[in-house]
């Protein structure tokens, strides 16, 4: 455990617990994380929702485990990989606001890749900054993402003369990309089912 752990025993119930997470969290500065040990999943994702009902501005992941059934040959379900690439994706990060990651039991003992393993896979993009359609179609699908005539959930990528779309693992909504020769012209959040654009950005 690092210098900064703490361990919380005794407490009666999983809402004692979020009250404690909470009181650990109030006046956390920006670059503090909290990473909770908790028994299961579904403990995860109800202090998970406790936490939104009574701090809506305290952002929480859950590191879900990776369940699979080898009889039926069935692997995890997409949603739950993608919650473990978006809390995979904040702890890879720097200087973010205070988020809470609740990690279950069995997902604390599976092994995972070095952390310097996601953040050389994570992709940035600049306004103004180069960008070569053929080099970035050909990393994304190395990365996992799947060409697509239009984007429509997450993990898909498009490329239309000047424009490329993706939707990240681990965004909310798609972004759009367009070029001018290699050169980023602009970059914009939008909706994938209506098209319509949601918010500018110089970075993403």
Known sequence: MSNGSKSILGLPNMSALTWEILKQADGFSESKRICVLVPDSLSAYQIQEDLLFFAPDLESLVLPGLETDLLKNRGPSVGKRQDRL???????????????????????????????????????????????????????????????????K????????????????VSEHPVRIELFDDLVQSIRSFQPDSQRRIEEKDFF
Request: no cysteine; net charge positive; glycine share 4%.
């Open 86 to 152: 978006k809390a995979f994706h904040y702890l890879s990060s720097e200087n973010q606001r205070p988020h809470v990651v609740l990690v279950p039991a069995d997902s604390f003992a599976q092994r995972v890749p070095n952390i310097s393993v996601f953040k050389s896979r994570t992709l940035a993009f600049k306004k103004g900054a180069s960008l070569s359609r053929e080099t970035l179609s050909e990393h994304l699908v190395r990365l996992g993402y799947i060409p697509s005539e239009l984007v429509e």
């Open 154 to 169: 997450p993990g898909e990528f498009a490329l239309r003369g000047s424009i490329v779309d993706i939707f990240s693992f």
